[in-house]
């Protein structure tokens, strides 16, 4: 028998944390809405605890989200990547969930585009920065 949460149970709870903070919900407040406490949602999104199939459902509905959603980037055989990447990391922070949020819900795509653009001056800036000082 493998210590530790299965791959699945990470994999759908770093989902549900992701899908919650997208929303603005609070561990609280989704916990509120499905009739769990905020530490059980918290054991669900660590995967520490599994998340059964009618609670899936449940936190799905509450976030309004298909419930089909938290088994996306899951390989056929019910696995996913073990070893993420920085960015795969950054991507599933609250820093990278908030960022993605807030940059999503700006509707002018000129505006948009103008940030993708600013920053990636300020990441060349930096690099550049960096090798000159090497």
Not at 23 to 40: A, C, I
Not at 81 to 99: H, Q
């Amino acid at each position: 028998m493998k210590d530790g949460p299965h791959t699945v149970d990470v994999h759908v709870g770093k989902t549900i944390r992701i899908k919650r903070l997208m929303r603005k919900v609070s561990q609280t407040e989704l916990g509120d809405r499905v009739g769990v406490t905020f530490q059980q949602i918290q054991k669900y999104e660590k995967g520490s605890n599994r998340v059964s199939a009618s609670m899936l459902v449940e936190i799905a509905g509450a976030l309004d989200v298909d419930v089909r959603s938290f088994f996306e980037d899951l390989n056929p055989l019910g696995t996913a990547n073990d070893n993420p990447t920085p960015t795969e990391e950054f991507v599933v922070s609250r820093d990278g969930v908030l960022l993605n949020a807030a940059f999503l819900s700006i509707k002018n795509e000129q505006v948009r585009k103008k940030i993708v653009k600013l920053v990636q001056a300020i990441a060349g800036m930096e690099q550049a920065d960096s090798e000159a000082a090497e």
